[in-house]
């Protein structure tokens, strides 16, 4: 399958993309020998013209791209809905990317990103580095493109429009409510891998555990549940290991562990109370139901969404971190 793309074109023609779109839209405003060129490189390389190429002649695609970071998480499936129904008043198009761990491969993702002339970007990756910050930035500044980060942060900086929920502070308010039930063996369940949200809410459970002066136990494992369930039933193997309280970064963490201690005989709520993260599907399917921490995640889809289209339409947001309110969902896990 040929994979040649606007891009490649312009590259190796030596010619910016609005040329290659002239040249395939209006020929008549190029000049023969780049016209030549162009068609010949075209020919070349068996690029296939399509909308975004004919965009570009506009400057306008009405295309987003969304990038997500994979779409087997419910959360992300929540969070489509709510960009979807919003980019439809608008009569906008998605353009979906899935990224994968590589770093190389998320440089050649934005890329394409780029050269698909979509007039902006919704980036859900909820791990932003200062390299991925540094490059969404360049995208934004050097190619005019806007971009709008929805339920990830990088909160060393706000030049990108931001959408989201206070993090530490839900992390904060659910350590301390499991403290205020008596609990003093209080894990937090978290990703190996780091991500800049989970790094908020570890400082918000710190803080309630310090302040109540306990010890911090904090288990790093992953967010595939086929690894974590053997991580869980290992580290609690003998049940001698003190645990009484949960706070788990994601629902599906939660609930991984839940199936776990019930296997080995504990009783939820009275042995141990949990709660999760997000309020995704997985915690009115888990059985007993899981409390957790409601992140309105289709709200932020819209909001990111209708922040988006008033970047593209010229209406420069002045606000740039937009927080969105969170709630506590107290269910069967938690007393």
């Known amino acids: 399958m ?43 390389l068996g690029y296939k013209p399509n909308a975004f190429a004919k965009g570009l002649a506009s400057k306008k695609s009405t295309t987003v791209a969304v990038i ?9 499936a929540e969070m489509l809905n709510g960009i979807s129904h919003e980019a439809r008043k608008y009569n906008y198009s998605l353009l979906l990317y899935v990224l994968k761990d590589e770093t190389v491969e998320e440089s050649e993702m934005m890329k394409e990103v780029v050269a698909s002339q979509v007039d902006g970007i919704l980036y859900l990756n909820d791990e932003i580095n200062e390299s991925q910050y540094t490059m969404l930035n360049l995208i934004q500044d050097e190619y005019k493109v806007p971009i709008v980060l929805a339920n990830t942060l990088y909160p060393y900086d706000n030049k990108l429009v931001t959408v989201c929920i206070d993090y530490f502070k839900a992390a904060y308010e659910v350590t301390s409510r499991l403290i205020k039930e008596g609990r003093k063996d209080i894990y937090l369940l978290t990703t190996a891998r780091k991500y800049m949200v989970n790094d908020l809410k570890e400082e918000g459970y710190l803080k309630a555990i310090k302040e109540a002066k306990i010890e911090p136990k904090i288990i790093r494992t992953s967010g595939d549940i086929n690894i974590n369930t053997v991580h869980f039933h290992e580290l609690f193997k003998d049940n001698l290991t003190p645990v009484d309280g949960i706070v788990a970064v994601r629902d599906s963490i939660a609930v991984s562990f839940i199936n776990t201690m ?30 957790c921490v409601d992140i309105p995640i289709e709200a932020i889809g819209v909001k990111a ?3 988006l289209k008033q970047e593209i339409d010229g209406e420069i947001t002045e606000v740039k971190f937009n927080v969105l309110p969170h709630s506590i969902i107290s269910r069967q896990t938690t007393k």
């Open 2 to 44: 040929n994979k040649a793309t606007i891009y490649n074109v312009a590259y190796t023609a030596n010619v910016s993309l609005a040329t290659v779109s002239r040249t395939l839209n209006n020929p008549e405003k190029v000049k023969p020998e780049t016209r030549d060129r162009v068609l010949r490189v075209i020919k070349e």
């Open 305 to 307: 969404m209708s922040l």
């Open 262 to 291: 019930i296997q080995k005989g504990k009783k939820i709520p009275s042995d141990i109370s949990v709660y999760g993260f997000q309020n995704t599907k997985y915690a009115s399917l888990s059985r007993p139901m899981l409390s």
């Open 68 to 76: 997500v970071p994979d779409m087997s998480r419910a959360s992300v």
